[in-house]
């Protein structure tokens, strides 16, 4: 029942934001391997969602898609095919859109690395030089083996002895930087995002996504955004369409939405009443409110927090 909380508190932080944003069946789960220098992460997607966030200021971030799905995935507004590796490099804003479940590997380099300097982009966007992104994309079988390479890696550093884990762990994270560079030489075609089609838009919706992430324990309203971008409520809308897919008003739905639903788990003053915490979040129509929390979560709000309340208790079935 609460794999995406889990999964949730394991990715979020000061820098990262994620929504889920549909009901979903598949599992939640995200697992990192640190190696020498570089930190292998698989991630499991088990729905719809959104991240948005910045990456780590002294690390390139790479990333593919580990499933089969072509253009489940948005990259800023961009559709992402599943033999795409995604570049990123540190302290690059992102804004990731998927409309299905998905599974993923990440690897996080060395922003100093040898690897991380051939494959990062050669010209960044004048416009926006803090969200350029490479998007290479790789002939099927060479995406493939990077992520069974990548799978491997994990499977032997957990079957080591503890005693020889040290030595294992620098013998992988080589091979897996000599696996990098050889996809990166041997890549089909290569292209720096934002594009023409995505620049117009970028600045709205980043702008107002970070205003967001910036007011975490606040309630947010459409006007707060509109002057926070100083754009017009239908230029706000088209730019949040074509970047998310869906309106500012429903991003907001969904904010308000996850940020009970964590609060929810995490209150441990058994004195603070359900109620408090809704009205903290901005619900006055209770029963509206449970019935969309029921069809994201899979569950009612008071249901949410009985469980939680077991649990902390030490009375959980």
């Excluded at 979903?24 to 991630?43: C, D, K, P, T």
Aim: glycine share 6%; charged share 25%; hydrophobic share 40%.
């Amino acid at each position: 029942m609460d794999d995406f909380g889990k999964y949730a508190d394991a990715i979020q932080g000061a820098r990262v934001t994620f929504l889920k944003s549909a009901p979903s069946s598949h599992r939640w789960g995200v697992e990192s391997l640190s190696l020498n220098r570089a930190i292998l992460q698989f991630g499991a997607d088990g729905g719809p969602g959104i991240t948005h966030g910045i990456t780590d200021p002294n690390l390139t971030t790479v990333i593919i898609q580990s499933s089969n799905f072509d253009d489940r995935v948005l990259l800023d507004g961009v559709p992402c095919q599943v033999s795409d590796l995604v570049i990123m490099p540190p302290d690059c804003q992102f804004t990731f859109v998927r409309f299905g479940h998905v599974e993923w590997i990440a690897w996080s380099l060395p922003g100093d690395g040898d690897v991380a300097r051939k494959i990062l982009p050669v010209a960044a966007s004048r416009e926006s030089p803090n969200t350029t992104k490479h998007l290479a994309r790789l002939p099927v079988p060479i995406a493939s083996g990077l992520v069974e390479a990548s799978k491997r890696a994990l499977c032997s550093i957990a079957d080591s002895a503890a005693a020889d884990q040290p030595m294992m762990a620098r013998e992988t994270e080589r091979a897996l930087m000599d696996r990098l560079a050889y996809v990166w030489d041997n890549r089909l075609s290569e292209a720096l995002l934002p594009n023409k089609y995505t620049l117009s838009s970028e600045r709205i919706v980043l702008e107002a996504l970070e205003f967001v992430r910036a007011k975490s324990e606040s309630i947010v309203h459409i006007k707060d955004i509109v002057k926070a971008t100083k754009a017009e409520y239908r230029t706000l809308l088209r730019a949040f369409e074509r970047y998310l897919g869906f309106s500012p008003k429903y991003y907001l739905k969904l904010r308000q939405l996850n940020l009970a639903y964590h609060d929810i788990r995490r209150e441990s003053d058994a004195s603070v009443r359900l109620a408090d915490i809704l009205a903290a979040h901005g619900v006055t129509e209770f029963g509206r409110f449970a019935g969309h929390y029921r069809s994201l979560f899979g569950e009612l709000p008071s249901e949410t927090h009985r469980r939680f309340r077991a649990l902390e208790s030490g009375n959980s079935p």
